[in-house]
Nanobody
Framework: QVQLVESGGGLMQPGGSLRLSCVAS????????MSWVRQAPGKGPEWVAS????????TYRDSVKGRFTISRDNTKNTLFLQMDNLKPEDTAVYYCARGYAALVTTNKDYWGQGTQVTVSS
């Protein structure tokens, strides 16, 4: 079965950086676009970023452009999200998701378990 295991979250000061990782198994990683989705308490899921199956093409929601970078290592079945210049409004549980762009928010069956990111002074 599809398994997505996120890591790298934690507590960070505003302006700091974190790098999230997601190790995938149970499917042919190289054949799928991948995404990051986040969800803050009491709010619905929010698409963050996506990357095509081979890498090289990515897209971001406007609020993270210039601060976050999505990447993947297809030799290791791993997806990454480099988060720089973190802001308190980035606080959320971050999920790795199989699929591309905003549609990944509609089916939680293809998300991992999530990793908590808290940005606070």
């Amino acid at each position: 079965q599809v398994q997505l295991v996120e890591s790298g979250g934690g507590l960070m000061q505003p302006g700091g950086s974190l790098r999230l990782s997601c190790v995938a198994s149970g499917f042919v990683f190289t054949e799928y676009g991948m995404s990051w989705v986040r969800q803050a308490p009491g709010k619905g899921p929010e698409w963050v970023a996506s990357i095509h199956s081979a890498g090289g093409s990515s897209t971001y929601r406007d609020s993270v452009k210039g601060r976050f970078t999505i990447s993947r290592d297809n030799t290791k079945n791993t997806l990454f999200l480099q988060m720089d210049n973190l802001k308190p409004e980035d606080t959320a549980v971050y999920y790795c998701a199989r699929g591309y762009a905003a549609l990944v928010t509609t089916n939680k069956d293809y998300w991992g378990q999530g990793t908590q990111v808290t940005v606070s002074s």
